[in-house]
C-alpha cells in the first residue's frame, strides 16, 4: 500500500504519463523498462509510440521518492504511492532486470457503467439488472470475481449507487479506489484506509461502533475475511471482491483465507449463510481490438435446511434459471420486493444517469 503523495499531480511531474491518464478510457499505465504500454476500456491494451528516456524515468521516480518521503534504492526496492486516482508501483532495476518497472492505475471519482451503458454492451439481461438492484435493496451481501482488471470494483460501485442515501456506508481500502461519499453525494459514508499500524482486520472490527448499515470491502485477499464475515452475520450488509474464477470456487476460496480452519464444516455454512451473492466479471478482446465485459456468472448461495446450496442464474453469460433459493426470495419480499425481477425505481435510476 503506498503513501499519499503531498501534491496534487499535474503535466510537469507526470511527463508522457500525463496525456494518457487524462483520456477517459484509459485505466492503466504501464512501463516495462523500455516500452510504455497503456489498457483502454475501448482499444483495449496496446503498445504506446513514446519512448522514454532514462533522464525521465529518473527525475519521475526521485519525483515521487521525495514526495513520499520514502528511499527507492537497491536497499529499497519498491516505491508505491497514491493520490486521489492514481495508484503508483514502480520497481526498481535493481530486481527488475529489463529495467524499472512502473504500474500506474487510474481509479476516477465516476461510475464508468451507467444502466443504459451496460445494457447497450450486452452486460447482463435487463431482468437480471432489475434482479440485482432489488438484491440491493433488500440489504444482500454481494461477492465480485474476476481476475485483476476484469473490472470487479467498477461493477461493485455500480450497483452500490442504489444503496439508500440514509444507510451509512463505511469502505476499507488500501488504495482509494472506490470514492463512494464523492460518487453518492449526500449519503451517509465513512472512508477508511488502512496501512501501517491499522490492519483490514482492525478496520473491520471497529466499523462495528460506528453503526454501519453496510460494510464494503475493497478485496478480501487473506485473513480479515473472517472478520468481514462476522460482520455480516450481526446483519450489516456489504460488498467486496475477490480474484476468483467460478462463483462455484468461492466457498473453497474464502475457506482457504480463513485463520481459523479447526471447524471447517462451521465455517463452510456460514459462507453460504452469509454471503449471498456471488459475481462473476469476464473481460474478453474482440476480434477489432475492444474489450467486452459481462457477467459471465451469477449464482445465489444459501443454506437450505442443513444442506449449502448453490443456485446459478447466469451460466457461461447466459440466463440459465429465473428460479430464486426460498430463503432469497423470502428476503425480497420482506423487503417489499413483489416481483424479483421488476425494479420499481427503474425509469427514476435512468432519468438521474444511473
Not at 504500474?103 to 447482463?124: D, H, M, N, T
Not at 478480501?220 to 450481526?234: F, G, P
Request: aromatic share 8%; charged share 25%.
Amino acid at each position: 500500500m503506498g503513501e499519499m503523495l503531498n501534491y496534487e499531480p499535474t503535466e510537469a511531474q507526470f511527463g508522457v504519463f500525463w496525456k494518457y491518464l487524462m483520456q477517459p478510457g484509459v485505466t492503466d499505465v504501464d512501463y516495462n523498462g523500455k516500452e510504455l504500454w497503456i489498457t483502454d476500456l475501448k482499444r483495449g491494451r496496446y503498445r504506446a509510440k513514446e519512448r522514454l528516456s532514462e533522464q525521465f524515468i529518473s527525475a519521475f521516480t526521485h519525483n515521487i521518492s521525495n514526495c513520499v518521503n520514502k528511499q527507492f534504492n537497491n536497499a529499497n526496492k519498491i516505491l508505491e504511492a497514491d493520490t486521489r486516482e492514481l495508484r503508483i508501483s514502480i520497481i526498481h532495476d535493481s530486481v527488475a532486470a529489463s529495467g524499472i518497472s512502473i504500474c500506474i492505475r487510474k481509479s476516477p471519482c465516476i461510475v464508468r457503467c451507467s444502466i443504459r451503458r451496460l445494457l447497450a454492451e450486452g452486460y447482463c439481461p435487463e431482468c437480471v439488472l432489475h434482479l440485482l438492484m432489488n438484491c440491493v435493496r433488500a440489504g444482500m451481501n454481494f461477492v465480485f470475481g474476476g481476475e485483476p482488471g476484469a473490472g470487479k470494483t467498477e461493477s461493485a460501485k455500480f450497483f452500490m449507487q442504489f444503496i439508500p442515501r440514509e444507510e451509512r456506508v463505511i469502505t476499507i481500502e488500501d488504495s482509494l479506489e472506490i470514492h463512494y461519499a464523492d460518487i453518492n453525494p449526500g449519503a451517509d459514508a465513512v472512508e477508511l484506509r488502512v496501512g501501517a499500524g491499522f490492519t483490514y482486520t482492525d478496520a473491520i472490527k471497529a466499523s462495528l461502533r460506528q453503526n454501519p448499515k453496510w460494510l464494503v470491502l475493497s478485496e478480501a485477499r487473506s485473513v480479515e475475511v473472517t472478520s468481514l464475515l462476522e460482520q455480516w452475520s450481526t446483519g450489516v450488509s456489504g460488498f467486496t471482491t475477490i480474484h476468483l474464477d467460478d462463483v462455484r470456487k468461492l466457498p473453497d476460496r474464502i475457506q482457504n483465507m480463513m485463520s481459523d480452519t479447526r471447524d471447517a464444516e462451521r465455517m463452510e455454512n456460514r459462507i453460504y449463510r452469509y454471503v449471498n451473492v456471488g459475481i462473476l466479471i469476464r473481460c474478453l478482446k474482440l476480434a477489432d481490438g475492444r474489450l467486452k465485459r459481462y457477467i459471465d456468472q451469477l449464482c445465489f448461495y444459501s443454506r437450505e435446511g442443513r444442506q449449502n446450496r448453490i443456485h446459478m442464474v447466469i451460466e457461461d453469460g447466459e440466463l440459465a434459471s429465473k428460479e430464486l433459493p426460498p430463503e432469497i426470495a423470502k428476503r425480497l419480499a420482506q423487503a417489499g420486493i413483489a416481483d424479483p425481477f421488476c425494479c420499481v425505481d427503474w425509469e427514476k435510476y435512468i432519468r438521474e444517469g444511473k
